[in-house]
Nanobody, 123 residues
Framework: QLQLVESGGGLVQPGGSLRLSCAAASAYILRDNAIGWFRQAPGKEREGVSCIDSSATSTNYADSVKDRFIISRDSAKNTVYLQMDSLKPEDTAVYYC???????????????WGQGTQVTVSS
């Protein structure tokens, strides 16, 4: 079973920043898979936020987060990050990461979902 663990969520005021981490249990997970961040707000379906391919040379973003979020990968730490700036209340959701394959500009996840990390943007 693939193991990815999300962390870094919290409560932040509008306009603030957070950095989420997606830690992989082993190096091959990032080497062999694209990694994506998803989020699910209360009462809404899970949606893709951003993804990075297995070579870390290509990234994609949902229109709602473009120019505010940046996805990156640190292979030495087996971790993918999501830097979130200029946060808005509508960014409030549980954020998940998953591994899979990029089709077009979205990640098709291959694995079951983890616990996620809660992000709350509120004054």
């Amino acid at each position: 079973q693939l193991q990815l663990v999300e962390s870094g969520g919290g409560l932040v005021q509008p306009g603030g920043s957070l950095r989420l981490s997606c830690a992989a249990a082993s190096a091959y997970i990032l080497r062999d898979n694209a990694i994506g961040w998803f989020r699910q707000a209360p009462g809404k379906e899970r949606e893709g936020v951003s993804c990075i391919d297995s070579s870390a040379t290509s990234t994609n973003y949902a229109d709602s987060v473009k120019d505010r979020f940046i996805i990156s990968r640190d292979s030495a730490k087996n971790t993918v990050y999501l830097q979130m700036d200029s946060l808005k209340p509508e960014d409030t959701a549980v954020y998940y990461c998953n591994a899979g394959r990029v089709v077009g500009s979205v990640l098709v996840p291959f694995h079951s979902w983890g616990q996620g990390t809660q992000v709350t943007v509120s004054s």
